[in-house]
């Protein structure tokens, strides 16, 4: 009974993860921003395909996750940029092992 609890604990952290992870843009946005912080326009240009309206769902999203962090200057026009926290730069190796396991499968 207990390795079934366990089974479904880890299922639902996982799950949890793939809620504020799984988008479609997710990884990629913060592939992009593991080189360093970056304004809005360069997101947009590093993220080929995306929209400005997904771009700016998905940068929400990762800010209200505390994965990245947005700061806004008070410039005219105004200008944003956004960098990952201690939490998403975390995700690092996750990536990088995502990476090598779709050059090895797919």
């Known amino acids: ?7 479904v604990e880890k299922i639902c ?3 949890t993860a793939l809620d504020i992870l799984g988008g ?3 990884f990629l ?3 992009a921003l ?3 912080k970056k304004r809005f326009k360069e997101l947009e240009r590093a993220v080929t395909g995306i929209n ?6 998905e940068l929400k999203n990762l800010e209200d ?3 990245l962090t947005r700061t806004a200057f008070a410039t005219v026009p105004p200008t ?6 201690d939490k998403g730069r975390d995700l690092e190796a996750t990536m990088k092992y995502l990476y090598k396991w779709t050059k090895d499968w797919m």
Do not use: C, F, P
């Not at 400005?52 to 769902?57: A, D, E, G, I, S």
């Not at 944003?80 to 926290?85: A, H, K, M, N, R």
């Open 65 to 67: 996750h505390q994965i």
């Open 34 to 36: 593991l080189d360093g």
């Open 1 to 7: 009974m207990e390795a079934k609890k366990n089974t």
């Open 80 to 85: 944003v940029e956004y960098s990952l926290t």
């Open 24 to 26: 479609k843009w997710t």
């Open 13 to 15: 952290e996982m799950q």
């Open 29 to 31: 946005i913060i592939y």
């Open 52 to 57: 400005t309206r997904m771009l700016v769902k």
